[in-house]
Every structure is written in C-alpha cells, then in structure tokens.
C-alpha cells in the first residue's frame, strides 16, 4: 500500500511516494521553477538522482509529468490515497481531513491568513481531483496540531474584536513536523504516552518551538503567521511590531515593504549580512567573520529563551527535542543552547552530541531525565501515516 504525498508551492510541487506501514519511501521528488523555461521534474530512486526537463510547465502540466512519472516506475496502481500538506487550517481543522467540498470552502476561507501558501495548495488539490478521480484526497494541516492550545497561549493581547472579527490569534505553524517527533521521541526515550512534557525544537531554514504535553501542543512560537517567534534563517522571528511603522517612515516604504524586509531579508541573513544558511555562517564563524559569529549567539539565545518559556505551561520538562536542517546537523547550535540551558538540568555530553545527527536519534546530554535529544523529522511520513488511517477508516 502506497500514498502520493504532495506539497504544492507558489513555483514547486514536491512530490513522495510513501508505504505508511513499513516507511519506505519509494520516490520523492520536486518539480520545481514552474512557469519558467528552466522547469523541471526532479526525483530520486534508490539514493539516485534523476531530472528531466519540463520547460515553461505551471503545476498542472507538472503534475502531469509526475503521474507520468509514477506510471513508469509502476508505482501509480499502487497509490490508495493523496495526502495534501496546507499550510493555514485556521480554526476550522485540529486534525487532518478528507476533502470534500465543505473542506475546500474552508481552506479558501483561510486564504487572507496565509495568501502566499494556501492558494497553491489548493490548486495542487484540485489538479489532483482530476487527475485522480477515485483516490481519497486528505487535507493535512501545519496549524492542526496546535489547535489544543489553551486561550491563554493564542490569545494576543489585542483588542479582542480582532480576534473574534478577524480572526486575530496564535495558530502556530509546522504541526505535522512537531507531532511526528513528539511521538517519536516518546518512544525513544521511553516516556509514559499519557504522562510526559517536551519542548520540541524544529530548527530549519523556518524555525518554531512547542511546548508538548502528553502529546498535545500546549504553546508554541509562531503566530498568526510564521513570522512570529524566534530567529530564523530569513524571518526576524518576534520583534517590537512599532518597527514596523517607524522603519515605513523612516525610509518611505510602505509597511509591506518592511514586513518582507522581515520575512526575507532579516534572521540569520540580516545579522551576518552574507548568507540565511547555518552551515555557511558556522564556517564564516570559524574563519572569524564577526557578524556570522553575532548571528549564531543571538539564534542559540533567542531559541534558549523560548525553549525556557516553553517550559511555564508544562511545569516540567522530560525532554528537549532538536530537529530540522540545523537541529539534526548542528552540534554547535545544539551544544550552545543546551549550554544555555543548565537550570533546566540539561548539560551537553559533547561525544554524545557530535556522534548523533541526522542519521542516528538519540539523547545528548549526561542524564536521561531530562534529556536533550536529536530526532530526526519526517513530516512526509506523517502525511501518509495521516492519509492511510483516514483511508481505512472508509
Ligand atoms: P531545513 O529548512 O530543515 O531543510 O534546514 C535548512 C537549514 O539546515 C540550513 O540553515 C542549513 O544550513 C542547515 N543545515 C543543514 N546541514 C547542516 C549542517 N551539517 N550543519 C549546520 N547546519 C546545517
């Protein structure tokens, strides 16, 4: 039994071909630069690279080509259900769903909360409506997860029509990569399923924080967008929002000049002025660029900050979980944060920590209780294990 996991983007669609059961992965691939001369369909098999070129394809053509793709290689009859990733599920979704016409209402209702992700989500839905008109299509949501947060973590502190009038709240961001881990952590590091507190760190190129207990989102750091909370590698992450206004005056930009000054051009970029990519700035660091270096004290002491306040709604903390690009690879970023951490009863064991990663999970501190660990995330995976269940369940 196999599940086709799409990821539509405003110019990609990434694409996986997963068994929910056994977790292999029989493709994954992305085709990518949509509407431009230089688009392809990119995959790999078996750890080998493929391309083939789909000059001036937009996602239809483009996901054509992948249901061509998946003909070839044998693998479309196999396909029981197509698990979507949406981006902002608002209010409306606390788990992931079928799509229906219902569904699809909702989601187009989410649009003002996210117009540069859920647009192209729902047209990779549609397009895979037609392309596969008998298969199950299931909505998997990046806000579900934290949809069990009490109203004193997502309420703002705002006029409170904002929130009842537009929808002006917390909903956090990157849920199915925080539940997959949550749970994986659980296991790996032997917690009671119904008695345990974790701060999930999911550090990529976007990066946020959850506060878990007993496996519900409790708290996290992103907001109504995912601009909000800690540093990332182009976001500023929270800042004094009276920025905003006084930078449009001081420059003569309009406001949504200087919010994608934050979304694009600030984090890990605007501090080191020369890249948003950790491995970049660990060796300019080395090298001894001192904006690269500034940059990395303030990602570890933002993110420890936020790790510490995540630790108010659980009481207690079992465990740190560190995943992500940065989070599995970076023993520096790791060591620093824990580093900052020892009034939670963490200390880094340094063999520990430079011998886990990516490809071996596991704890990284002295002692197990608490730990920090490294766990590696698999929010491909969680889409299908999502899809396949609802599948099932008829
Ligand atoms: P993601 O968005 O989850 O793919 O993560 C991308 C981020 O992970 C980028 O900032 C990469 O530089 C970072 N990353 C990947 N590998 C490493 C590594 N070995 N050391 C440090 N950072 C890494």
Redesign the pocket.
């Known amino acids: 039994m196999n599940v086709l996991v799409l990821n539509c983007g405003s110019s990609s669609a990434k694409f996986a071909v997963i068994d929910p059961i056994t977790s292999q992965q029989a493709v994954a691939g992305i085709a990518q630069r949509l509407g431009a001369p230089e688009a392809s369909c990119d995959w790999v098999i078996d750890g080998t690279k493929h391309s083939r070129p789909i000059p001036g394809a937009h996602h239809e053509e483009a996901l054509r080509a992948v249901v061509a793709l998946l003909q070839e290689l044998g693998l479309a009859e196999s396909i029981v259900g197509v698990g979507h990733r949406v981006v902002h599920g608002g209010s409306r979704f606390a788990s992931s769903m079928r799509i229906t016409p219902e569904v699809i209402a909702k989601v187009e209702e989410c649009v003002p909360l996210s117009p540069l992700h859920n647009p192209p989500n729902l047209l990779g839905i549609r397009i895979a409506q037609e392309l596969f008109p008998r298969l199950p299509q299931i909505g998997v949501f990046d806000t579900a997860f934290h949809q069990t947060m009490p109203p004193v973590a997502y309420t703002y502190p705002v006029p409170h029509d904002w929130l009842d009038t537009h929808g002006v709240r917390r909903y956090g961001f990157h849920g199915t990569s925080h539940r997959f881990v949550a749970k994986q952590a659980v296991v790996q590091g032997q917690f009671d399923p119904h008695d345990h507190r974790l701060v999930t760190a999911h ?4 990066s946020s924080c959850a506060a878990v207990r007993d496996g519900l989102s409790v708290d996290t750091t992103m907001g109504l967008t995912p601009l909000e909370g800690v540093m990332m ?1 182009t976001r500023s992450g929270s800042i004094d929002p009276a920025i905003i206004g006084y930078m449009a005056t001081a420059t003569g930009q309009s406001e949504q000049a200087v919010i994608d000054a934050l979304n694009k051009k600030s984090g ?1 970029l605007g501090v080191s002025g020369r890249s ?5 700035l ?1 060796q300019a660091a080395a090298d001894g660029d001192v904006r690269a270096q500034l940059a990395i004290e303030i990602f570890c002491y933002v993110l420890a900050k936020a790790i510490a306040g995540l630790v108010v709604p659980l009481g207690r903390l079992d465990a740190l979980v560190f995943t ?3 989070g ?6 790791r060591e620093k944060v824990v580093g900052l951490l020892p009034f939670l009863g963490l200390t880094i064991d340094p063999v520990s920590n430079a011998s886990h990663g990516r490809d071996r999970a596991g704890c990284i501190t002295t002692r197990t209780r608490p730990q920090a660990m490294v766990v590696r995330t698999n929010e491909e995976l969680m889409i299908a294990m999502d899809t396949a269940e609802i599948v099932q369940r008829g």
Do not use: C
Request: aromatic share 0%; no cysteine; hydrophobic share 35%.
């Open positions: 550090l990529g190129n976007g590698g890990l948003n990519d950790m491995r970049t660990e992500g690009g940065i599995e690879n970076s023993v520096l970023v």
